[in-house]
């Protein structure tokens, strides 16, 4: 009887993909800082400081287009509350954030000015751990995870799936927002957390300041794709991709379908996490309004209209609509959401694939035409 011999590993990029990948990293780490620290202000050739936020925001977001291609591309399930997570990841940062201000605020307090305000006269519990910063990027993490794995844990141990899923994560997340518009919660109310002067003890609106964090978000992402491709060219990735086609059939198989999806429900959940912590000091502000609907909605349509369930389609559909709504949004911003409802439905009617399957597409066209 011959052996059974497993088919090969594919590899984690082609030769192509790498190439691409490695000017990407020269991009982050070596064009951009250049164009905007050395290149001279007046030349063609320099990158403002609003194009260097701008970018730099949209890498944040083009990190949850990717978290929600791992769990709506790959594993079937639509979230429309990653929202929340991303906003929560930010609300760990921004926290830290405000205890860096010190006595530099409007009222002269070690609290921030919103609890001086309000007549508080310590700090909260949930507050105790904000003045440090490894303990912060450890409840980055920690947060999003805890309150996902939760969540996801009875869901999913109830089966619930589909649309049913889609609309308690919205509800998930609606519940969030009213909770963090109270003041009595502690972080801030309606006007959220701002005024950031300082992180690590270094001032934040510095030139070198702000472009660390724009490399540091570009890093951020280069490595979550990596991380992403890995684990979906990897056997649980197409275990994964076996539950998007046929759940069914996964459990008449042998395999429990939970802790594959709470797993990457919870992984999902962290990378939004952190793209909300990344995004908070480039932007300047958290409040409520992260947690939004549409934000969430937002987020499921950047990964609809790249392309679900090919990690590169996300962040390219993060790209192209978030810079279609900075345009829109300036020359003629009261069409910008009618824009973006028309965007959504002739992707849907038509580019079921998104952007990269229709480039695919006529690639394969022009290939078998030749």
Request: contains cysteine; glycine residues 10%.
């Amino acid at each position: 009887m011959s052996p059974l011999i497993l088919p090969a590993a594919p590899a984690l990029l082609s030769r192509k993909a790498w190439t691409a990948f490695l000017i990407c990293l020269l991009v982050v780490g070596v064009l951009a800082p250049v164009l905007n620290l050395v290149v001279p202000a007046g030349s063609a050739l320099h990158m403002s400081d609003y194009a260097i936020a701008l970018v730099g925001k949209i890498m944040c977001y083009a990190i949850c287009a990717l978290a929600m291609d791992l769990i709506w591309g790959y594993t079937g399930i639509l979230s429309l509350g990653h929202g929340l997570f991303f906003a929560l990841g930010g609300y760990v940062m921004g926290m830290y954030l405000m205890r860096q201000i010190g006595q530099d605020g409007n009222y002269k307090s070690d609290l921030p000015d919103f609890m001086v305000f309000l007549d508080w006269k310590e700090l909260p519990w949930h507050w105790l751990l904000s003045d440090s910063f490894v303990a912060t990027l450890v409840l980055v993490v920690l947060v999003p995870a805890v309150i996902a794995g939760v969540f996801g844990f009875f869901a999913f141990r109830s089966r619930i799936k589909g649309v049913y899923f889609s609309i308690i994560t919205q509800a998930m997340t609606y519940a969030a927002l009213l909770l963090f518009f109270r003041n009595e919660t502690g972080f801030g109310g309606n006007n959220g957390f701002t005024d950031f002067k300082r992180i690590l003890g270094m001032p934040i609106a510095t030139p070198g300041m702000r472009m660390s964090l724009f490399v540091i978000t570009g890093l951020t992402l280069l490595g979550f794709f990596l991380f992403a491709r890995w684990l979906v060219t990897s056997k649980y990735g197409r275990v994964l991709q076996a539950i998007r086609d046929a759940e069914t059939r996964v459990m008449f198989s042998g395999y429990s379908p939970l802790p594959y999806k709470l797993s990457i429900w919870v992984i999902s959940a962290v990378m939004c996490g952190v793209a909300g912590a990344l995004y908070v000091p480039q932007v300047g502000i958290i409040n409520p309004g992260e947690m939004s609907a549409a934000n969430s909605i937002e987020i499921a349509i950047w990964a609809a209209v790249g392309g679900r369930g090919t990690l590169i389609g996300p962040i390219v559909g993060a790209f192209l609509v978030n810079g279609a709504k900075s345009w829109l949004t300036v020359t003629a911003p009261e069409f910008w959401l009618y824009f973006l409802g028309a965007l959504f439905i002739a992707v849907t009617l038509y580019l079921p694939n998104g952007v990269v399957g229709l480039v695919a597409k006529l690639k394969n066209k022009k290939g078998g035409a030749a």
